[in-house]
C-alpha cells in the first residue's frame, strides 16, 4: 500500500516562499511521474506542476515561472517550490503519484 504524504504548508505573506515536500513510502516503486494540485475553498482542484522523470515540467499560466516542481527519485520525495506567492494561491495542495494522492497540506497566503 502506497501512502503519500504533504508537508510544509503554512501561513506566508504575499511576495514570500515556501517549500512543500509529498513523501512516497509503503511500497518499493519507481517514479515516473508526479503531479501537484490545489484546491481552493468553493473552487475545483486544479493542477498546478507537472514532472516526469524525463525532466520534462510542466506548469499552468498562473504559476509558471513563480513555481518549480522537482524530483527526488532516490528518495521517492517531490517537492514544489512556490515563490513571489500570492493571495490567490491559497489553497490545500495535494500531491498525486501513480494513482495514489495524499492528504494535502494547507497554504494561506496573508499579510
Known amino acids: 500500500q502506497v501512502q503519500l504524504v504533504e508537508s510544509g504548508g503554512g501561513l506566508v505573506q504575499p511576495g514570500g516562499s515556501l517549500r512543500l515536500s509529498c513523501v512516497a513510502t509503503g511500497s518499493m516503486f519507481s517514479i515516473s511521474s508526479a503531479t501537484w494540485y490545489r484546491q481552493a475553498p468553493g473552487k475545483e482542484r486544479g493542477m498546478v506542476a507537472q514532472?516526469?522523470?524525463?525532466?520534462?515540467?510542466n506548469y499552468p499560466d498562473s504559476v509558471k515561472g513563480r513555481f518549480t516542481i522537482s524530483l527526488d527519485s532516490a528518495k521517492n520525495t517531490v517537492f514544489l517550490q512556490m515563490n513571489s506567492v500570492k493571495p490567490e494561491d491559497t489553497a490545500v495542495y495535494y500531491c498525486?503519484?501513480?494513482?495514489?494522492w495524499g492528504k494535502g497540506t494547507l497554504v494561506t497566503v496573508s499579510p
Open positions: 514532472i516526469f522523470n524525463s525532466g520534462y515540467t
Open positions: 498525486k503519484i501513480g494513482g495514489y
